[in-house]
């Protein structure tokens, strides 16, 4: 593993998310990878950015802070900004963590209930910022995921109307782990679908564009099926320790 630098490593990756595209008559652009540095160590993480990995994932606050203190991102005001990480959380996150994540991390891909939109848009409109949010769905039904029931989000989509700070931009799931990857995309597509029929149900307004599917066993199928952000630790910057 160590004869292949991290450079190569990325671009690896970047051909095979090329070829997936390719296959499913995707464009390359429609596909951002969030770099999960939650397995490696701070000075991996700064070389990963400075590699040119814009956008990094973290699961949980109290391991990401260094990180997120050393390579502090864009936040929510300028996230077009040269060169700046943009931070993506994409664990489950606890309402009393919400004061220290949100306006560190741009995007949220967690939102699971009621009492976090709440505890967001509170704590957005302090900051006089706009959140955007991705809903986490639990397709698969199993109990160990987080995530809501897919029926659920219509009902979810109208409270949410409440909380004007808060910004629902997609859906976001996580497969069963398998080592098979065709094994999750029967997952993914349900996901996909859902998404599409409640855009056509107008349950969001504006409708969701967003799809966070796919980790380092299963991208490309996730890829094929739609994913428009794939978030991937092991298979990109690596797992230390
Ligand atoms: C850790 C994690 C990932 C990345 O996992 P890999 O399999 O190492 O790519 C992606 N999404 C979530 C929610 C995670 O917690």
């Not at 995707?26 to 990995?53: F, M, P, W």
């Not at 990180?67 to 489950?92: C, L, M, P, R, T």
């Not at 009492?115 to 509170?122: F, G, V, Y």
């Not at 706009?130 to 109208?158: L, R």
Request: net charge negative.
């Amino acid at each position: 593993m160590e004869l292949t630098t991290f450079k190569d490593r990325i671009q690896e990756v970047d051909s095979r998310i090329a070829a997936a595209c390719e296959r499913s008559g995707r464009s390359r652009e429609d596909v951002n990878v969030i770099a999960v540095t939650k397995y490696v160590s701070l000075e991996t993480a700064i070389e990963a950015h400075r590699l040119g990995l814009q956008h990094l994932g973290e699961n949980r606050w109290q391991d990401a802070q260094q990180k997120w203190e050393a390579i502090s991102g864009s936040g929510n005001d300028s996230e077009d900004a040269e060169g700046q990480a943009v931070w993506h959380f994409i664990g489950s996150l606890q309402t009393n963590k919400v004061k220290d994540v949100i306006g560190k991390f741009t995007y949220i891909h967690s939102l699971d209930r009621i009492s976090l939109a709440q505890a967001i848009d509170k704590r957005a409109s302090q900051l006089a910022i706009k959140v955007p949010c991705f809903i986490q769905v639990n397709i698969s039904g199993e109990d160990s995921k987080h995530g809501m029931p897919p029926e659920a989000v219509t009902q979810f989509a109208e409270e949410l109307r409440q909380y004007p700070n808060l910004l629902p931009i997609g859906l976001m799931t996580m497969a069963p782990y398998d080592s098979e990857p065709e094994a999750a995309r029967p997952v993914f597509r349900a996901l996909r679908e859902l998404r599409d029929q409640l855009n056509l149900a107008k349950a969001f307004d504006p409708p969701l564009t967003e799809l966070s599917m796919g980790m380092s066993g299963d991208f490309e199928v996730a890829i094929e099926e739609g994913a428009t952000w794939v978030r991937l630790g092991t298979i990109l910057v690596g797992k230390e320790g």
